[in-house]
């Protein structure tokens, strides 16, 4: 018979364990020797459904024994752990470190539980996130394991808690009849049970991973979560608006999800529909999800072959400021993948971004979309005519954010690359202020590289003057 593991540090239960297992044999041998009709045979029956019980009873209680003093040990443990070592959300030790966008590390459990509550920015330092994507930091993570292992810690309890979360988390029986009970209603003919099922799902997708996993587990799922937008070409808006924000909700849950969301080919026309004739809270949610489901790689070429960039700069042209964060967030995490770069040129993102930053809106967001944009030929040519140079010139002498700098001058330096007639602007601009020589010594690392490469531009051109 296998060994349990269970009892392997506790001698009485050992003892008690094996007094079982060498009565159950004892039963078992008795019920093969014993005639069907003799009534021992059904009384060793019984013995032994006893006996597995009392064996089943100890190995839970054990069980849980084991959890309590795991939990006990890792408690006092991370009262005592280094601060480099715990998670600003949780104060607690991290078992999975992972790097936020803003280059802060945090314990992944906590921060996607941060992320999935709606929030784009880093909790540390509230810088706007310009994507959610998480990165293992190994690093703090080697170090935490050696740490651990240097004070006795194992390394499965370090990350014992984690499981725990799991297994809170694992779909129950219950949950499972709720959930098919809301498809079947939210698949039916009748308007009213529409609504209700839609709201409910948006509410108990919200609230936790158990029905998103659900929604993971067969792609029909999603379909039927669908199918009231499906047929009719006015969706009650309510509903609409519930289906979207469902779908946002399962979309957050994994990399799976997102997969299997993004590849049913009813959603990317859906979330479009949504995008141009839903209320601004669908239109932004419809938003929220293009971004989350662009977190895949894969998904961010998909999404921007359907069309979808121009309903979002559409969206971002109208300036509503409760979608607008959620869309830019959609475009810029759409256009890392190179080939919408040029679907979003072509839609008109450039005069768009160019006359928001203009006029001061909403620059720290669109800024950074610009200066992605801006490796495309067209992008320089359409803020030539739109006189950018002037108002990037303005952002990098002006503005207080190094970042918004940054993105600034790596546009102007692109654009001194492939325009000379731009020169003498910012020639007079270096004269009158020495904004790009400032920023040249005390920008960022990549700021300091684009200034010294235009100023390098200027010099060069200047000399070819003074030789003609």
């Known amino acids: 018979m296998a060994k349990t593991g269970v009892f392997e540090s506790d001698p009485t239960a050992i003892a008690k364990a094996k007094e079982l297992k060498r009565e159950m044999r004892k039963l078992l041998i008795k019920i093969e020797e014993e005639d069907d009709d003799d009534d021992s045979g059904v009384q060793a029956i019984d013995q032994l459904q006893e006996a597995l019980s009392a064996l089943r009873e100890a190995t839970m209680r054990r069980k849980k024994m084991a959890k309590s ?28 470190p992972v790097v936020l966008a803003s280059g802060q590390t945090y314990d992944k459990l906590f921060i996607q539980k941060w992320l999935s509550s709606g929030n784009r920015t880093c909790p540390k330092t509230q810088q706007v996130l310009p994507h959610t994507a998480l990165t293992p930091n190994l690093l703090i993570r080697d170090m935490i394991s050696k740490w651990c292992k240097k004070i006795g810690l194992d390394n499965k309890n370090q990350y014992h808690h984690s499981n725990l979360v799991n297994e809170e988390e694992a779909v129950t029986r219950s949950d499972r009849e709720i959930f098919n009970s809301l498809l079947c209603k939210i698949s039916s003919s009748v308007l009213q049970d529409q609504k209700s099922a839609a709201k409910e799902l948006r509410l108990l997708t919200r609230k936790g991973t158990e029905f998103r996993a659900l929604f993971g587990e067969s792609p029909d799922e999603i379909t039927r979560l669908l199918s009231p937008l499906l047929h009719g070409s006015n969706p009650d808006e309510n509903l609409q608006e519930d289906v979207v924000t469902t779908l946002l909700n399962i979309a957050i849950h994994d990399d799976s999800n997102k997969k299997l969301v993004c590849e049913n080919p009813n959603v990317i026309p859906l979330l479009i529909d949504a995008l141009r004739r839903g209320t601004v809270a669908t239109r932004s949610n419809a938003a929220a999800a293009v971004f989350t489901l662009s977190a895949l790689d894969s998904n961010k070429v998909l999404i921007g072959k359907s069309g979808i960039l121009k309903p979002l700069i559409d969206l971002l042209e109208e300036g509503n400021p409760l979608a607008i964060k959620d869309v830019a967030a959609a475009i810029f995490t759409l256009c890392i993948a190179h080939e919408n770069r040029s679907r979003a040129v072509r839609d008109g993102a450039v005069s768009v971004l160019g006359k928001k930053i203009s006029n001061g809106l909403y620059v720290d967001e669109l ?102």
Do not use: Y
């Open 367 to 468: 800024l950074a979309i610009l200066a992605m944009l801006v490796t495309h030929w067209k992008a320089v040519e359409e803020l030539g005519e739109l006189g950018g140079v002037s108002w990037l010139l303005k952002i990098t002498r002006e503005s207080e954010c190094k970042r918004n700098k940054e993105n600034a001058i790596v546009i102007l330096h692109t654009i001194c690359f492939s325009d000379r007639t731009k020169w003498k602007e910012i020639k007079e601009e270096e004269n009158a202020h020495g904004t790009i020589t400032k920023l040249s010594r005390e920008g960022t690392s990549r700021a300091q590289r684009k200034a010294n490469g235009i100023l390098d531009r200027l010099r060069k051109a200047m000399n070819l003057t003074h030789t003609a």
């Open 69 to 96: 003093s795991s939990l006990d040990m890792l408690e006092t443990t991370v009262s005592s752990c280094p601060d480099e070592f715990r998670c600003p959300l949780s104060n607690e030790l991290m078992r999975d």
